[in-house]
């Protein structure tokens, strides 16, 4: 099977997967929404205490990104394998053409990519500190945490 048709039949499918799901769906949804909070709630705490949080931006985003980001895209990943396990789909998966190690890589990448990309463009949304490239490192890093 062509590697581009794969990912785009596997990408379908959990795409579905999590549609199904309200509580799935709201996960996915929760790291742009967190990053949209932390937009207009930061700003707006910052201008009502005393303390100068701007210094702290950087590790507020960096918590964000690293942190909060990939937990909640590897849970979406292993609720979204559980279910697999429960309806023996992984059992299905064994007399496909697709074999269960390049399945289980997908399940792998998916979150690291997924989490890359949402890291990537999540510190531009927030809009708290600007984007630099150097950025990429502690993204990637902290997308590692994803499939654990």
Do not use: C
């Not at 100068?52 to 937990?71: E, G, K």
């Not at 997924?114 to 500190?129: D, Q």
């Amino acid at each position: 099977m062509h590697s581009l048709t794969l990912v785009r039949t596997l990408t379908g499918g959990e795409i579905r997967n999590i549609r199904r799901d309200p509580m799935l769906r709201w996960l996915a949804a929760f790291p742009i929404l967190t990053t949209l909070a932390l937009r207009w709630l930061v700003p707006l705490i910052d201008s009502n205490i005393e303390l100068d949080l701007r210094p702290y931006y950087l590790l507020i985003m960096s918590t964000h990104a690293v942190l909060a980001a990939p937990v909640l895209i590897g849970f979406i990943v292993g609720i979204l394998l559980l279910d697999e396990r429960d309806d023996n789909t992984l059992w299905a998966i064994r007399v496909t053409p697709l074999s269960m190690s390049r399945y289980l890589a997908w399940k792998l990448s998916l979150p690291v990519t997924v989490t890359t990309v949402l890291t990537l463009v999540g510190i531009p949304l927030a809009g708290l500190i600007p984007f630099q490239l150097n950025y990429t490192i502690p993204a990637l890093v902290g997308a590692l945490w994803a499939p654990i």
